[in-house]
Every structure is written in structure tokens, then in C-alpha cells.
């Protein structure tokens, strides 16, 4: 199982950005998909997560800001970034007991 995401960059304050996450040996849309961040000397925390059948949740910092989406592959869509967004985005598969995480993505937001 591999889990990889990209899309990450660099955009100025009040942008947006897309992260996807692709995987290959599992069916996304059977597996609790979700994005974590992690910023420089920091813990990785939870960004937003979709479960069957579909249901979403999200931290309360991106609540309204953020939307997490799936089809084949599983998206972050961030709308009105702040500078304390910037962190590198994981993915995250869970289900029947199996973890996976992705390598990770930067998001740096700065002006």
C-alpha cells in the first residue's frame, strides 16, 4: 500500500490550495480518509477526516476554511490560508485495524 500526496506550494496569505492524495493497493472510498499537518517542531494533528459514507469533520482552526473530498483519489481543498497553515500535509487510510500514511506535502503560506 502507498499512499502519495501532492500539490503542496508556496501561496501569499488569503489563497488557496489544493493537496491531493493518491494510493495504490487500497480502495479509497473503503478506508477513513483524512489529512494531518505537522508544522516545524511541532505534532502532526489533525486537519479533516471523511469516513463512510461520507461524512466529514474538521479541526475547529480550519472549520469553514477547509473541505475534504474524495473519488479515487482524496483532496484538501484550502480556501483563505494563514501564515500558522504552513506545515507539511499528510494523508492518512484506516480501516480493519491497517494504518497507512503518505510521504507528506509542504504548504508554506507567506507573503
Known amino acids: 500500500v502507498q499512499l502519495q500526496a501532492s500539490g503542496g506550494g508556496l501561496v501569499q496569505p488569503g489563497g488557496s490550495l489544493r493537496v491531493s492524495c493518491t494510493a495504490s493497493?487500497?480502495?479509497?472510498?473503503?478506508?477513513?480518509m483524512a489529512w494531518y499537518r505537522q508544522a516545524p517542531g511541532g505534532t502532526r494533528d489533525l486537519v479533516a477526516v471523511?469516513?463512510?459514507?461520507g461524512n466529514t469533520s474538521y479541526a475547529d482552526s480550519v472549520r469553514g476554511r477547509f473541505t475534504i473530498s474524495r473519488d479515487n483519489a482524496v483532496y484538501l481543498q484550502m480556501t483563505s490560508l494563514k501564515p500558522e497553515d504552513t506545515a507539511v500535509y499528510y494523508c492518512?487510510?484506516?480501516?480493519?485495524?491497517?494504518?497507512?500514511w503518505g510521504q507528506g506535502t509542504q504548504v508554506t503560506v507567506s507573503s
Open positions: 492518512r487510510a484506516s480501516a480493519y485495524g491497517d494504518v497507512y
Open positions: 493497493g487500497i480502495n479509497v472510498s473503503h478506508y477513513h
Open positions: 471523511i469516513v463512510r459514507p
